[in-house]
Nanobody, 123 residues
């Protein structure tokens, strides 16, 4: 395990959650100058990248979460965050923090860092 994700839970539709991912120094430093992001996967579904952030702070999101999710980073504590607002039942999934060495986009070839944190949104 290269990181610990936290902040998941059960909320009603319209609610908010803030996910955190604190990585080991080696893992964080490997990707902090390249690409980091959050990926989610629900049972029976393909994994979906929901946010990416480059070393210069630029971010990208798929249309499914744009305007509702915000990715951020704190390099001083090797931590990646995902602020999720206006949550919908379709956001229910296990969320993983991840890094990529190639093109930086939510669809990047991300490598998971940890065990994930469960987010459940009820209607």
């Amino acid at each position: 395990v290269h990181a610990v994700e936290s902040g998941g839970g059960s909320v009603q539709a319209g609610g908010s959650l803030r996910l955190s991912c604190t990585a080991s120094a080696d893992t964080y430093n490997t990707y902090s100058g390249r690409c980091m992001g959050w990926v989610r996967q629900a049972p029976g579904n393909k994994r979906e990248g929901v946010a990416s952030i480059r070393s210069n702070g630029s971010t990208r999101y798929p249309d499914s979460v744009k305007g509702r999710f915000t990715i951020s980073r704190d390099d001083s504590v090797n931590t990646l965050y995902l602020e999720m607002n206006s949550l919908k039942p379709e956001d229910t999934a296990t969320y993983y923090c991840a890094g990529a060495v190639g093109y930086c986009d939510p669809q990047a070839d991300f490598e998971y860092w940890g065990q994930g944190t469960q987010v459940t949104v009820s209607s």
